[in-house]
C-alpha cells in the first residue's frame, strides 16, 4: 500500500505521497508511479485533482477528476484540507489484481460527501 503525510494540511490542499505498484491513472499520460506530489482545488461546483512526479513542473488531471460537489463556494479552508486528504488516501488504495498486475487508482466512481457538521 501507499502512503501519505499526514502533514497534508500544513499547505492546505497540497501533499506529496507515494503510490502503491499500480500507480495513479491521469487522462494525460496514464499511469504515473512513485513519489507523486497532489494538489486538490474548488473549480466550479466540484474539486478538480491534479498529480505530479514531486518537483517535476508539469501537472496531470487524475483520470476521473473533478469530483462533482455541492457549495464549493462555501467551504472552509479546513473542509477542503479534509477533502484533499480523503482524496490523496483513496489515490494510495492499491488498484484491483487483473492477470497478476495491479491496476492504477483513478477517480473514477469515486464521490466525496461534505459534513456539514
Not at 35 to 50: D, F, I, N, Q, S
Not at 51 to 57: C, I, K
Not at 86 to 115: C, F, K, M
Request: glycine share 10%; net charge negative; with cysteine.
Amino acid at each position: 500500500m501507499g502512503s501519505v503525510d499526514d502533514s497534508a494540511c500544513q499547505s492546505k490542499t497540497r501533499s506529496t505521497f507515494t503510490t502503491s505498484t499500480g500507480g495513479v491513472m491521469t487522462v494525460e499520460v496514464g499511469a504515473v508511479t512513485g513519489e507523486l506530489e497532489a494538489v486538490t482545488r474548488p473549480k466550479e461546483g466540484a474539486l478538480e485533482v491534479l498529480v505530479r512526479y514531486a518537483g517535476a513542473e508539469e501537472w496531470y488531471t487524475v483520470e476521473g477528476s473533478p469530483i462533482v460537489l455541492e457549495n464549493t463556494a462555501s467551504l472552509s479552508s479546513f473542509k477542503l484540507c479534509e477533502l484533499h486528504k480523503h482524496v490523496v488516501r483513496h489515490l494510495t488504495v492499491p488498484g484491483a489484481i487483473v492477470n497478476g498486475n495491479e491496476e492504477p487508482t483513478s477517480l473514477r466512481e469515486y464521490s466525496l460527501t461534505i459534513d456539514e457538521g
